[in-house]
């Protein structure tokens, strides 16, 4: 998964009118592998982990008003702030689409069950073999400290959506905020065209829209570490780990509407920041395999 992660960076903090080539908003530093307060020697209450190979991604910062990310998380955690040009938080959003998701080395989610996968497109130009092309979107806030502690590349997930029943209710069962959505839509051109397109879309209560173009695909090297998500509710905490096996990214023209939006629209730090209209991000598009690990704490 791509990292963009890592402490917040107020030169990094700019902000477009949504249109034409104006750089956007974009908080963080791409940064290192996520440190800091980890679940490992912690009382489990469960785990799984997944394995997601073939995925397109593409990864949008917003910047967001810190009073309206502090009352997204739990006190124990602290989310990051710049004060450059103007005092914000960061609100992650992650859509990515993949070719395979494994749980626990089991393919899908739903124990074998592929389900219906209408709507995912023609993801990398075959459909010759069974369809387990799974969509997940992910909305978290970046933190600067978790129980005092400072933390790099981590986040608190305020919502998770899949269209894998399966794989949304045992994620929901280990205390993630999942929520199987069957009308998750994805489409992504033939990777060895030029250029290569990529678009998703979230319907209510997380409803948007993101779409990216690359004028090619990026070359996967092996890579490690990956953000780490927490999310804390009355069975206890859960965090939820990635850790990138081979990763690429390009720079591409991103599209966004996030206006319906339930959480972003109503606390960026800008009306106008709801949308993005072809600004070219550094890493605009990703494509990826990397392994994802759920553990439940007491």
Known sequence: MHRRTGR?????????SG???APALAVGDGGAPASGPHPHGEPARGSLTTHESGCVEVAVPRAVTAAGARALVPARYVPSVTTVPLEASRFQMWD?????ISVDRRHGGNSGDDGDRRGHGDRRGHDDRRDRRTQVSIGAVALASRDGQAV???FYV???????????AR????GLPARFVPALAATVSDLAGSPVTASLSVPRPDEH???SVAQAAPTEVPAAGGPVLYHEGRGGETVLRYDNES????PAAVTADYRAHRTVAPIVVLPRLVQILGVTFPEGLTTGSWSATVTRSR
């Open 247 to 250: 990763l690429g990214s390009v």
């Open 96 to 100: 990515y689409v993949c070719d395979d």
């Open 8 to 16: 917040l960076v107020a030169t990094a903090l700019l902000i477009a």
């Open 152 to 154: 790099d590349g981590a």
């Open 19 to 21: 249109g034409g080539a």
């Open 171 to 174: 994620w929901r069962g280990l």
């Open 209 to 211: 829209t993101v779409s």
């Open 158 to 168: 305020t919502s998770i959506a899949t269209d894998d029943a399966g794989l949304a």
